[in-house]
């Protein structure tokens, strides 16, 4: 029911927590964010100062076992994921994981069973929020087949955040705490998955590591770095068409960042940099850019969805764990072969 109170724990109130998670639900008649665990008393103490929040937690067991909790938001890297959300679940409590998944595609796949077996409670997972405002409007030019034959998807991703070895350790390069996810490839593969059938009948990966050791800004030492700096990806799904992935944090100067499906009909181009979709015809060099009508622009909707499930059980869309143990098999499909060296 609508006017039933639904009490928000938090843990990890990290920066996506605190720019959309918070005030999201906050948003929403009868949510209350009501407790918060951070990975230090100190740093618990203050994002409950920061952010409002009445209580706080020594753990984050403490947060999943608290009878005045109704639901969970974790916020932490993927290394508390699996265990966080299953014993969230296991309390009888709703979850909502931040992205991504989980460190592997087995712990996934726990998560998933864990849900399975408490189906009255909701989970979700935080979706890529890049292309919300284009995703149905690509679907449905793909379903009715505007583009022709599906020749390519082409995804590249290119910043330099990583290129100079001066700069320190970031969680996304600590393999503790990130696992395999690389770069921000699961986080682009997921959109893909929403708007094509199917997973590539088979792949294969190549990724590079430059700067070998890079200083942890926790320890002051030396850490070895595992996770990729560069990543390219190459594919095929049973209708013959290609996947071209490209994700690199060592380019500098303007970033590129677009998702291209081309076609015999023609191409389409997402630009998330200038936040444009633009098509072209086969075979000609000039873009005409597509409107968006406000309607099927969906926009952030995440905590509003996450407490409709939980009131009204709406099924969960964006993203299921389903999906979400999805986008880890491919994850563990692209760790496979860059590590061995081979197609998968």
């Known amino acids: 029911m609508a006017e039933d109170p639904i009490r928000i724990g938090i843990i990890g109130a990290g920066a996506n927590t605190r720019l959309r998670h918070i005030p999201g639900f906050r948003e929403q008649p009868g949510v209350t964010v009501d407790l918060v665990c951070n990975r230090s008393e100190a740093s618990t103490r203050a994002a ?14 403490e947060v999943v076992q ?53 189906p009255d409670q909701i989970a979700q997972i935080v979706p890529s929020p890049f292309t919300l405002d284009f995703d149905e409007t690509i679907r449905h030019w793909l379903e009715e087949e505007r583009l022709g034959k599906l020749y390519e998807i082409r995804v590249t991703h290119t910043a330099g955040n990583q290129a100079s070895p001066e700069i320190p350790l970031n969680w996304r390069q ?10 921000t490839m699961g986080i682009f593969h997921e959109v893909v998955q929403r708007w094509v059938d199917g997973d590539p009948i088979w792949i294969l990966a190549d990724a590079a590591v430059f700067n070998e050791y890079r200083i942890d800004p926790e ?12 990543l390219s990806v ?6 013959h068409s290609r996947l071209i992935y490209h994700f690199s944090g060592v380019e500098s100067g303007q970033p590129v960042m677009e998702f291209r499906l081309n076609g015999s009909k023609g191409s389409l181009r997402l630009d998330l940099v200038q936040g444009t979709l633009l098509f072209a015809e086969a075979g000609e060099t000039e873009e005409s850019v597509i409107t968006i009508p406000l309607a099927k622009q969906r926009g952030w909707q995440v905590e509003a969805d996450f407490i409709d499930s939980i009131r009204n059980g709406t099924p969960v869309r964006l993203t299921s764990f389903s999906e979400g143990v999805r986008y880890m098999e491919f994850t563990q499909r692209v760790f496979d072969s860059y590590q061995k060296g081979e197609r998968t």
Request: aromatic residues 8%.
């Open 174 to 183: 600590h393999f503790e705490y990130s696992g395999i996810n690389v770069l």
């Open 66 to 118: 608290d009878p005045a909790i109704d639901a969970v938001c974790i916020g932490t890297w993927p290394y508390l994921h699996a265990e966080a959300t299953i014993a969230a679940l296991e309390a009888g409590k709703h979850v909502l994981c931040e992205a991504r998944m989980a460190m592997n595609l087995e712990e996934a796949h726990q998560m998933l069973a864990a849900a399975e077996r408490a």
């Open 219 to 230: 320890t002051e030492r030396p850490h070895h770095v595992r996770i990729p700096e560069s």
């Open 234 to 239: 190459f594919g095929a799904f049973a209708d």
């Open 48 to 61: 409950a100062e920061a952010l409002e929040i009445p209580r706080t937690a020594y753990t984050w067991k």
